[in-house]
């Protein structure tokens, strides 16, 4: 059976839930973490002789270790493993929307750029060359309108050419840069990872080095059963405060930083200035 396991992942708002409605037969259930539940869907779809295994994931804004929402997210997908991420991104604040997307990337699993509201986008007036900025990023890009329905065909299709071609190819993802510093500390950690085996642990290997080089506590947990533990961390805390000297602030917001300047550049290649009229009486 072709059957495609598909998660939803974006911003709260973004149009999700709109697009998973498309699916006949959803239901609810709930999920839980750490024993906070969050709001989880499943549903299936066929669409061209396949069998489309929907989740609408919770929304976040970013991939942190702060709210049971992030953190479901990050275990759903190293667990769960969907075999493609459809990343629902609001068109109309495509900014803001796409800092979830620099960190989705680096989970290395096979991914669609749903850029939903577009007819939002297309109200504004404003010029946007997202294949250009998809051809950037790696990541095909669909415009979609998740309330109408347009779009989602061609979605669905992508997801289907993407999930053929991987399974021949994987593509090498785009490696979000984060400047001189942060990826010395990246690469100095990656040797220290070298012969740690993280397939088990689901995670990939940059992901694994930047979370630790930004503290984040979940990814700690998880790799503290390593024989190697100990030295890991304190490698870790070493790049930390090497990061700190040079960079002038904490490692996690050099990192934030760095990823917001990435979809700065990105955007103003792409996308066109916000259009402001003026009414004026004379
Ligand atoms: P979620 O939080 O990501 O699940 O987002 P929802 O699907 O609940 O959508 C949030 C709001 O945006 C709802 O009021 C939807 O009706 C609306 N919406 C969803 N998709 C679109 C779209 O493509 N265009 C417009 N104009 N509104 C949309
Ligand atoms: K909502
Ligand atoms: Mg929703």
């Known amino acids: 059976p072709k059957t495609i396991h598909v998660a939803l992942v974006g911003n709260p708002n973004a149009g999700k839930t709109s697009i998973f409605n498309l699916a006949s037969g959803s ?70 929307n796409l800092y979830l997307t620099t960190e989705l990337i680096e989970l290395e699993t096979p991914m669609v750029v ?11 007036g404003r010029k946007f060359d997202y294949k250009k900025l998809s051809a950037m990023l790696n990541v095909p890009m669909i ?28 593509r090498e993802s785009v490696k979000v840069p984060y400047g001189r510093v942060l990826e010395k500390s990246i690469g100095v950690m990656e040797r220290e990872l070298q012969e740690v085996d993280l397939e088990q642990l689901h995670m990939p290997k940059r992901y694994t080095c930047v979370k630790l080089l930004e503290g ?52 103003k290649e792409t996308l066109g200035a916000r259009i402001h009229f003026s009414l004026t009486t004379t």
Not at 67 to 95: C, G, W
Not at 114 to 124: G, T, W
Request: aromatic residues 8%; proline residues 5%.
């Open 143 to 170: 415009p979609t309108v998740g309330t109408k329905g347009v779009g989602i065909p061609q979605l669905l299709e992508a997801v289907i050419d993407l999930h053929q071609s991987e399974k021949n190819v994987p």
């Open 27 to 96: 239901h609810e259930h709930v999920g839980n973490y750490g024993g906070v539940t969050v709001d989880l869907k499943e549903g299936t779809l066929k669409h061209k002789g396949y069998t489309f295994r929907l989740i609408d994931l919770p929304g976040t804004y970013s991939l942190s270790a702060y709210s049971p929402e992030e953190l479901y997210v990050r275990k759903y997908i190293f667990e769960e493993k969907p075999d493609v991420i459809i990343n629902v991104v609001s068109a109309s604040a495509v900014e803001r």
């Open 216 to 267: 984040d506590k979940d990814v700690e947990q998880a790799i503290a059963d390593l024989p190697k533990y100990a030295g890991i961390v304190s490698r870790r805390d070493k790049e930390r405060s090497y990061i700190e000297k040079l960079l002038k602030e904490d490692p996690e917001s050099a990192f934030t930083n760095a990823r917001y300047g990435f979809i700065a550049g990105a955007l």
């Open 114 to 124: 749903a850029l939903n509201m577009f007819d939002e986008l297309e109200k504004s």
